[in-house]
């Protein structure tokens, strides 16, 4: 088996992995050279840790040479997915029992005139959802005693039942935990083997059926995510690793397995978040700090925003129909990856969200798949046709790939070509409409921001999404195939707190924002201590959830360390909310509902020196057929290795670079950046 990769043999290093639907990616940096070396290897879906130690097999000899170790897991994700977690229960306050399943009983914007939606199925029995005496008002102060008559009750409910995991919300426990804690000791010493999530840990913050989700998404979750933590982590160690074992979090930072455990939610989107980290870190090399993250992976198209160098982070998102309070990177995710199929549904032609996954993957993997995916539409049309195996892993087979095509275009009445083009038009129409919904939708112009392509077949659509949404510009990053991998190298350790809040802000005394964010301070930098050994330098960020006086949602602005006094919090907010929606109102009230306090610190990472250099050779390329807008056109196909700085191409090319194909349509041009960052100056725009 060809490999793209060499092993690394001698010195430390760095590693990373990242889970994908389709394929894992690892990624190994040399701490000494910088040198950075990577590889594929198809998911294993039945255990992925198979595959992330088979991926890494092919790039580490010496597993007690390294002393660095990341990776990201879609564990969890996969499980609410699916619904293949185990049975939880759901405790709750006396009288609360039906919030979580009221829920705030609307439906999804896309789905307001559907007049066949219904909700999903929920996680948790309504039958395993047990009521709990005692009671604390609003402000956290008990009124009735925690009633251990019905603590028991529930022990043997879970007893008798099989239950896995149980949910502990309790009215305004965010407030004061007392109650919660107190379940939790009783159920421990009742009934151990189970696992207990309490919401104030989960999300210790108002609303209680947003707060309440999120606690059954933890629990429901939580026996899957600490098992599969703890077989990688064994596993890792049985091959020599001594170092701990890090996982990314959804808001773009990283935890310890042992925190991951404590908190699995939190490792939602754990996989997705390591290329936003990464076109981050690379806009230091930009020329602008305003970047549309584009990875196009083998099931899904995710797409976020990195803004003045920062990746966009949100405190609330929806999954399989729950409002999920946690701090989270804001990424808009649709079923349109390379592996995504297409068929035909009501005499029309579909592409995804259905995906041909790792088992049996496109057509043209020859691995038994017959029915035509984006993939086999892009060899087809011989756009992609990488050096003889994919990542070294998988054989590509063109005529398996026209086979399937063939099929679907007779049955539509139209030849091969068509076909092919026509996949891969709505394929990138469905990403642009996804751009657009964190974009336009949000005041937000896409045309003021570069896309950064990434994951395996990113920069196949990257330029054609530009042309549709006017944008000038496309960044190809070294390392584009494996770059949430490479990102995942780059983020630095991270701990967020909110702190409920709730008073008018005429109401505030002129210190006590500045007291209570340093208290906090002071509690995060002890649990970042204790993730990392206490020799990392910690950096604070502070922020405010806002509101204008009878409004419902709150707007979260960032609040510099010099600016807390009254006055200067109103200037920032009321900018703001102008910026949001085009108005603000500057003699109405402003509420602050919550603090949050974000606490970082750097793992040693940083850009690899710049070891490119300008060409000396003559410049080499073979030619092929390739089909754009219905012709086929002599293109040139470039080696990636083969590429300089300050090389500048005009399209029709492909750049091939092994584990990624950069596709650059006519009309548009190709320029070498430093580090072999590729730009595309797009087509009209130029």
Not at 185 to 204: C, D, G, K, T, Y
Request: negative net charge; glycine residues 10%; aromatic residues 6%.
């Amino acid at each position: 088996m060809t490999k793209i990769s060499i092993n690394v043999k001698k010195g430390r290093y760095r590693i990373a992995a990242d889970i994908g639907g389709t394929f894992t990616d690892v990624v190994v940096q040399n701490t000494s050279t910088g040198e950075v070396l990577a590889a594929k290897y198809p998911t294993t879906p039945s255990d992925l840790s198979d595959g992330i130690l088979r991926a890494f097999g092919q790039v580490i000899d010496d597993f007690a040479e390294v002393e660095f170790a990341v990776h990201g897991t879609t564990q969890g994700l996969n499980a609410l997915l699916s619904h293949s977690g185990g049975r939880i229960m759901l405790l709750t306050t006396t009288g609360a029992r039906d919030s979580f399943f009221i829920m705030r009983g609307s439906r999804p914007r896309r789905e307001m005139y559907n007049n066949k939606f219904q909700r999903p199925e929920q996680f948790v029995r309504r039958r395993d959802t047990l009521e709990i005496g005692g009671r604390l008002d609003y402000e956290g102060n008990e009124i009735a005693e925690i009633n251990l008559d019905d603590l028991q009750a529930a022990a043997e409910h879970a007893r008798l039942n099989g239950i896995q995991s149980v949910a502990v919300c309790f009215l305004f426990s965010y407030k004061n935990p007392e109650h919660e804690i107190a379940a939790r000791e009783f159920l421990e010493r009742n009934v151990p083997e189970i696992s207990v999530s309490l919401s104030h840990e989960v999300a210790r913050e108002w609303r209680e059926a947003e707060r309440a989700a999120s606690t059954v998404a933890d629990a429901y979750i939580s026996p899957l995510v600490r098992q599969y933590l703890g077989v990688v982590e064994s596993r890792l160690k049985k091959r020599g690793l001594t170092v701990p074992l890090y996982v990314t979090r959804s808001s773009g930072g990283l935890m310890s397995v042992k925190q991951a455990s404590k908190q699995p939610i939190q490792t939602l989107f754990s996989g997705p978040v390591g290329g936003i980290i990464g076109a981050a870190e690379m806009t230091k090399l930009f020329r602008t700090d305003n970047v549309i993250c584009a990875d196009v992976g083998g099931t899904s198209f995710d797409v976020s925003l990195v803004v003045n160098g920062k990746p966009r982070v949100v405190n609330q998102t929806t999954l399989s129909g729950m409002d999920i309070i946690m701090p989270v990177v804001e990424i808009e995710s649709i079923g349109a990856g390379a592996g995504s199929l297409a068929y035909i549904e009501a005499g029309g032609l579909r592409v995804g969200p259905e995906s041909a996954g790792a088992e049996p993957g496109p057509a043209c993997y020859g691995k038994g798949g017959t029915a035509p995916t984006v993939t086999d539409a892009q060899v087809f049309l011989n756009r992609f046709l990488p050096r003889a195996e994919l990542g070294g892993t998988v054989r590509i087979h063109r005529a398996k790939a026209e086979a399937a095509l063939t099929k679907v275009a007779k049955s539509l009445g139209i030849n091969t070509e068509t076909l092919a083009e026509g996949i891969l038009d709505i394929t990138n129409a469905k990403m642009a409409d996804a751009i657009r919904r964190i974009t336009v939708e949000q005041g937000i112009e896409p045309r003021d921001f570069s896309i950064v392509a990434f994951g395996g077949a990113g920069a196949m659509h990257a330029a054609f999404l530009a042309e549709a949404l006017e944008i000038t510009e496309v960044v190809v990053p070294p390392h584009a195939g494996v770059f949430s991998a490479w990102g995942m190298l780059h983020s630095p350790m991270r701990h967020d707190i909110a702190i409920p809040f709730n008073k008018f802000i005429n109401d505030v005394e002129e210190c006590e924002i500045s007291r209570r964010f340093e208290k906090q301070s002071e509690s995060a930098k002890a649990h970042l201590d204790s993730e990392t050994g206490g020799n990392a330098e910690i950096h604070f960020q502070y922020l405010l959830d806002l509101r204008y006086d009878g409004q419902e949602y709150t707007v979260t602005v960032e609040l510099p360390q010099n600016r807390t006094s009254v006055h200067q919090i109103s200037e920032i907010f009321h900018q703001a909310y102008n910026q949001r929606y085009g108005l603000s109102h500057p003699d109405a009230s402003i509420e602050i509902v919550a603090l949050r306090l974000v606490a970082t610190a750097p793992m040693g990472n940083g850009v690899a020196p710049d070891t490119s250099s300008t060409r000396t050779t003559e410049l080499e390329f073979s030619e092929r057929d390739v089909m754009f807008g219905g012709k086929w056109l002599k293109t040139r196909i470039f080696n990636s290795e083969d590429l300089y700085q300050g090389d500048e191409l005009d399209g029709p090319l492909i750049v091939d670079a092994g584990l990624s194909t950069t596709v650059v349509p006519p009309g548009s041009r190709l320029v070498i950046e430093a580090r072999k960052v590729m730009r595309i100056v797009v087509g009209s725009m130029r």
